[in-house]
């Protein structure tokens, strides 16, 4: 089976499409790669991370059609830095109200909507900006990450979208 690497931005769908879709996707959250967390509760950051996450991902390379993984910075830097090619998928600028949000909704804590507020232009900036070693894939208004993919996997498999060639006309 080829394995497509989806980095994608927190709230796109990546749990959605993996509890949609459990045979063929695995949903990799970095967390549990990235944290030590000792008797008492305490967390510090694992020494081996991101390359441990890395190691992961790539002992499952060949089981799924999709490993979902972060899109840390970190994490997109040592994917280059493996070779590992991937799709990052991200939303349109313009929907940073929707996705702050999409996460109030989903029950994330403040400090994570604070941050994410914080970072959303830079983070942005950061993806529009990747030029190397990933596919980028807007997810645009209306749009989540199953109909990213589905788009994507129509394109790759060399299908054309009659919409797409009247916009082109």
């Not at 790539?58 to 972060?70: A, M, W």
């Not at 994330?108 to 507020?117: A, C, Q, R, S």
């Not at 983070?123 to 807007?138: A, P, Q, V």
């Amino acid at each position: 089976m080829r394995t497509k690497i989806v980095s994608a931005f927190p709230g796109v769908g990546k749990t959605t499409y993996h509890k949609n879709n459990p045979e063929t996707t695995l949903d990799s959250d970095s967390s549990g790669f990235s944290w030590v967390v000792d008797e008492h509760g305490s967390k510090t950051r694992n020494p081996s991370f991101p390359q441990n996450y890395i190691n992961h991902i790539k002992e499952n390379i060949g089981k799924y059609k999709y490993i979902f993984v972060s899109s840390h910075k970190e994490v997109r830097d040592a994917l280059l830095d493996n070779c590992l090619y991937f799709y990052l998928v991200y939303p349109d600028d313009n929907r940073k109200e929707e996705f702050i949000q999409r996460y109030r909704d989903r029950g994330n804590d403040e400090n994570f909507i604070k941050l994410v507020d914080s970072k959303w232009d830079e983070w942005m900036s950061e993806y529009y900006w990747m030029d190397r070693g990933c596919e980028k894939l807007t997810a645009y208004d209306g749009w989540n990450l199953d109909t990213v993919l589905e788009a994507q996997d129509r394109r790759d498999g060399g299908e054309v979208i009659q919409e797409e060639v009247e916009e082109l006309n």
